[in-house]
Nanobody, 122 residues
């Protein structure tokens, strides 16, 4: 059974940093693309960033480009999201997700973590 477990969320002041981790089990993660999505209260879940199977390709949504960095360590079955210069509008539940293809839409990802709360105070 595939499981994705996120960690690293919390409360931080604007301008601060957090690093999220997502560890996968149940199948060889190097065969799958990974992504981070987020969902703020009252809003739809949106793609934040994605990374291809070998890490050679990455995508960032415009609001986080230049501030967030996605990376992966396939030996540890873990993907990371380094978030710098955080803003109050980054407040959301962050979910990691796994897909058989490198994609940009929510429906392409078939396994999801439980989510971790990130709150940025002004």
């Amino acid at each position: 059974q595939v499981q994705l477990v996120e960690s690293g969320g919390g409360l931080v002041q604007a301008g601060g940093s957090l690093r999220l981790s997502c560890t996968a089990s149940g199948r060889t993660s190097s065969n799958y693309a990974m992504a981070w999505f987020r969902q703020a209260p009252g809003k739809e879940r949106e793609l934040v960033t994605a990374i291809s199977m070998n890490g050679g390709r990455t995508y960032y949504a415009r609001p986080v480009k230049g501030r967030f960095t996605i990376s992966r360590d396939n030996a540890k079955n873990t993907v990371y999201l380094q978030m710098n210069s955080l803003k109050p509008e980054d407040t959301a539940v962050y979910y990691c997700a796994q897909s058989a293809s490198y994609g940009y839409t929510l429906n392409e990802y078939d396994y999801w973590g439980q989510g971790t709360q990130v709150t940025v105070s002004s």
